[in-house]
């Protein structure tokens, strides 16, 4: 069809009867009224960087990437209002001219404000979720009419805002607060994942204010984020590699190693050698202790990435306390998984460290800290289905251990999953969107699924 739509890692596609790129307030409005012109469901999308078909529709996708203005950036108030279509990565560079950033920046940069300010996101080395930082929401409802929420004129409704995933409507414009630009400095610490104890794992948590932790084979690299007095100029060039090799060089690598070797003893001895390549790379950041950069030079622009060098992934969140049992029960699951089916992830496994968060209904950190499981890879045609079959296996695993799913980010969520996940939260978000949308004018078949 002439309006189909892929997804970035083209794990989703949908075709809309009615794909709009709106401009203006007034046309979404008109959009929403018009119930036989643009049937529903009716979804607001924005770079379509989610691995689930959260914005997918066969009925009417309002595409925001027309509506890119920034309305304001307060120097005061330390705030910016812009229209939901604005991309993180150019909101971030024009802070940066006036010596501003977001308080949290994800490594996404082509996450727009808007899904930005209604959806969860796999944030680290930062300060909490992104969503928590938006003050103010304004949207269109199912309706057709103009609403708002802030934090000091309806914070309880502000609250299920962060976390609606547009299932209340389409929003148009947001406002973030800000902090000054920052420098810090990413140090690298590794251990086998087999000898760590959870003092270990503690005592990093306590002693960063940010970590990520790359599983390679079975050897854990923690990646923690502290504040620097200053970005030395002998090291700056380390951010420009650390956004190449994620945007271009890893999954390309890793894709391509093994496509051409005829068996698949060769394929695991070539994706063993990158890995230890890998763990050289990070042993040698280690060794010079790191490096500095300003923290938005963490965002990744993934604009000019050729899908050769696209990857995918999911995102399972478990209670810290739990993490490295978990993790190390996920190695056997990976091993027993290869050995019966032969399929194997080829990049490093990610486990994000993400402080407890009760600002949006949904919040998978709203009970407490969390470290997620996020297994990565770059497939290929011949490996799709087993990637694919791995994420249902991964699924039932971690859905077992009491693990929490992401609506946008855990390909083959299910309802189980979620009302296992959130409990009464999720009871109490689906009363919600059944009273904003009565009519389910935006409840594509996914979210129908999940709110059954």
């Known amino acids: 069809m002439s309006n189909q739509i892929t997804n970035y890692d083209g794990s989703v596609v949908t075709s809309p009867q009615q794909l709009v790129y709106a401009e203006t307030v007034n046309q979404i409005q008109a959009i929403m009224k018009d119930t036989v012109r643009f049937p529903g469901p009716v979804r607001a999308m924005g770079s379509f960087h989610s691995l689930t078909p959260c914005a997918s529709s066969s009925g009417t996708i309002i595409n925001m990437s027309n509506m890119k203005r920034i309305i304001d950036i307060d120097e005061t108030n330390m705030t910016i209002r812009a ?3 604005l991309e993180l990565i150019d909101a971030a560079k024009e802070l940066r001219s006036k010596n501003l950033q977001f308080v949290t920046n994800v490594e996404i940069g082509n996450m727009t404000l808007g899904s930005a300010a209604c959806c969860q996101s796999k944030d680290a ?9 938006v003050i103010e929401i304004k949207w269109v409802d199912p309706s057709g009419q103009l609403r708002e929420a802030s934090i000091t004129s309806d914070p309880d409704l502000l609250y299920r805002m962060r976390s609606s995933y547009g299932l209340s409507g389409v929003i148009y414009e947001v406002t973030f607060k800000l902090e000054r630009l920052e420098a810090i400095r990413l140090t690298y610490l590794l251990r086998n994942v087999a000898d760590l104890t959870e003092n270990e794992v503690a005592k990093v948590v306590g002693n960063n204010q ?9 050897v854990a690299v923690f990646e923690c984020r502290n504040s620097a007095p200053k970005v030395d100029s002998s090291s700056r060039w380390l951010a420009d590699v650390r956004r190449m090799l994620w945007s271009h060089v890893v999954a390309f690598v890793s894709r391509y190693s093994q496509s051409f070797m005829p068996s698949q003893t060769l394929k695991n001895l070539l994706l063993d050698g990158w890995f230890a390549i890998l763990r050289s790379s990070y042993r040698v950041l280690n060794w010079i202790g790191g490096f500095t950069l300003h923290d938005p ?4 622009d993934y604009r000019k ?6 990857y995918a992934f999911t995102f399972w969140a478990f209670p810290r306390e739990q993490w490295l049992h978990t993790l190390k029960e996920y190695l056997t699951f990976r091993e027993q998984h290869f050995r019966r089916y032969g399929f194997r992830c080829n990049m490093p496994l990610g486990s994000y460290f993400i402080r407890k968060d009760v600002n949006s209904i949904l919040s998978y950190t709203h009970d407490g800290d969390i470290i997620s499981i ?8 011949a490996d799709k289905a087993a990637w694919n079959l791995f ?6 695993w971690a859905y077992q251990r009491k693990g929490i799913p992401l609506l946008n980010q855990s390909p083959f969520v299910n309802s189980s999953h979620v009302v296992a996940a959130y409990g009464r939260r999720w009871h109490e978000f689906k009363d919600w969107i059944r009273k904003e949308d009565p009519n389910g004018r935006m409840l594509n078949p996914f979210f129908g699924e999940l709110t059954m």
Request: proline share 7%; hydrophobic share 30%; aromatic share 8%.
């Open 374 to 381: 996020d297994p990565i890879h770059a497939y290929t045609k």
């Open 210 to 218: 940010g970590v990520i932790c790359w599983t390679l084979g079975s």
């Open 125 to 133: 080395l930062d300060q909490g979720q992104v969503d928590s930082y």
């Open 305 to 310: 990435t050729p899908p050769s060098g696209r």
């Open 297 to 300: 030079d963490k965002i990744v």
């Open 391 to 396: 994420l249902t296996k991964f699924n039932a």
């Open 83 to 85: 229209e939901a279509g």
